[in-house]
């Protein structure tokens, strides 16, 4: 298994989201809270994985076209290591 892949690797596309504000830890934050997603699309439905900067959080997303309706967002080992991987990049894992 490559140890070095990334989601660009697996087809995903990278959106960032970073405001020029510090984190505050005592205040709510909706699309202010800097993150990174990365988004897949097929002709059946939508899947993205963000990466919550400050709170350190990874959200799964999944979307049925046919349904219009969301669903859960299975990840396969592939995705699993290069969001592993991700974590590390942003200084969330140490080895």
């Given amino acids: ?7 660009e690797d697996l087809g995903y596309n990278k959106y960032e989201n970073h405001p020029k ?9 909706t699309q202010d809270n800097p993150v990174i997603s990365y988004k897949q ?8 994985i963000t990466f919550d900067i400050w709170g350190k959080k990874i959200w799964f997303k999944g979307y049925r ?8 967002c299975p990840i396969n080992m592939q995705e699993l290591q290069a969001i592993y991987n991700k974590c590390k990049e942003l200084g969330w894992i140490d080895e």
Wanted: net charge negative.
């Fill in 21 to 29: 504000q510090e984190a505050n830890e005592s205040t709510f934050t």
């Fill in 1 to 7: 298994m490559n140890k070095d892949i990334t989601l």
């Fill in 41 to 48: 699309e097929d002709a059946i439905g939508i899947e993205e």
């Fill in 65 to 72: 076209k046919d349904l219009k309706t969301q669903i859960p």
